[in-house]
């Protein structure tokens, strides 16, 4: 009679010890409702228990879990496991992501070796003399989940097609290029504007840079066309003086915008009077001077030849020739009264206003 009810006492005994997780309150609940292939869903699994599985370590309220369903990785992935405590109650969470449709069934797993809890008890070892000693391992607590169904997409939409991919909005990494385009584009907007407000005056400086150029154009082909007729040994006096009055009136008219090439040598001198108002800059003038020189001599030579004129004395005055090295003389003041024009800015900007 006194085995039978040991026997009994210890049949109590593992009951209440080794499946301590047959507790009246157990809730699991799913997060989202519905769960779709490749979405986050989260397990929560509450229980009330008087095991302690934080140690008895107060000041713990939550601790991981490793990973109890290793060997499922085919079906869903294990993103996060944890046990909470609030008082007697626990809360196991899941976090997983489920990569096929159906129903996915949890096997049970021991919660002490999922917290790295090691029990040294065993059922078929222990014997009924240390079921009640204070050799008896730890006892074994087993959660068992219930399944999850995971469904298609298809399922709710019915569309079973792919839809073509949206790029994104803002490509990663670019948002700073983005930044500095839009300062760029503020700052180009507010030139824009500024131009807009001086546009006569802008218009003006441009105009003035673009007749510059072409002035000085006109200058550095004529004073190629000089140097090069100064070498030209093959020309007469005539033919090198007719050449030369050619190549100044063309420069002249498109320096000053004025008819010198249909202006006798005579008007040379009155007509730079025309174009400065009637008195001609400090500037300019010794250039004036030495061309309107050039124009009167030349047309002597030209005109003059074989004249009585020309049979005066002294010859070196009368003569209608040029003397030794004149040519290069008669070149080199040609010369210095372009550069004259050229060099001459402020007298440029007050004839392109007037």
């Known amino acids: 009679m006194k085995k039978t009810f040991c ?3 210890y049949f109590l005994f593992l009951i209440f010890t080794v499946f301590p997780q047959e507790s009246e309150f157990v809730n699991q609940v799913l997060l989202p409702l519905e769960v779709f292939v490749g979405d986050h869903a989260e397990i929560r699994y509450t229980f009330r228990s008087a ?3 934080f140690s008895g370590d107060e000041n713990i309220e939550q601790r991981e879990l490793e990973n109890p369903f ?3 990785e085919d079906k869903f992935s294990v993103i996060k496991a944890e046990l909470y405590r609030t008082d007697m109650e626990y809360t196991v969470r899941f976090v997983i992501i489920p990569w096929k449709t159906g129903a996915i069934t949890f096997p049970s797993f021991n ?3 999922a917290l790295g809890i090691t029990s040294s008890y065993s059922p078929n070892k222990a014997s009924p003399d240390k079921a009640f000693g204070n050799e008896i391992g730890e006892p074994q607590f087993f959660v068992s989940l219930e ?4 469904k298609s997409i298809v399922e709710k939409t019915g569309s079973n097609q792919m839809m073509p991919p949206i790029p994104p909005i803002i490509i990663p990494g670019t948002t700073y290029i983005i930044f500095l385009f839009l300062f760029l584009a503020i700052v180009f907007f507010i030139l824009f504007l500024r131009i807009l407000l001086r546009f006569n005056s802008i218009r003006r400086k441009w105009n003035l840079y673009l007749q510059k150029r072409r002035y000085k154009k006109n200058a550095e082909e004529t004073l190629k066309k000089i140097k090069k007729l100064s070498k030209n040994t093959k020309l007469t006096d005539i033919e090198f003086c007719y050449e030369l009055q050619t190549i100044m009136r063309s420069y ?3 320096r000053f915008d004025f008819r010198f090439t249909s202006i006798s ?20 003038a010794f250039a004036v001077e030495d061309i309107t020189a050039m124009f009167v001599r030349t047309d002597y030579i030209r005109y003059a030849h074989d004249s009585i004129d020309s049979r005066l004395y002294p010859p070196s005055e009368h003569q209608a020739a040029l003397v030794e090295s004149e040519r290069k003389t008669l070149s080199d003041m040609i010369i210095k009264s372009i550069n004259c024009f050229e060099n001459s800015e402020e007298q440029l900007e007050e004839n392109y206003v007037s």
């Open 70 to 72: 290793v060997g499922l």
């Open 111 to 113: 919660l002490n070796t």
């Open 7 to 9: 026997a009994f006492c």
């Open 252 to 254: 002249l008219e498109f």
């Open 265 to 284: 040598s005579n008007s040379i001198r009155s007509s730079f009077e025309k174009i400065f108002a009637g008195t001609i800059p400090s500037e300019i």
């Open 147 to 150: 399944p999850v169904h995971v």
């Open 51 to 53: 095991i302690d599985f």
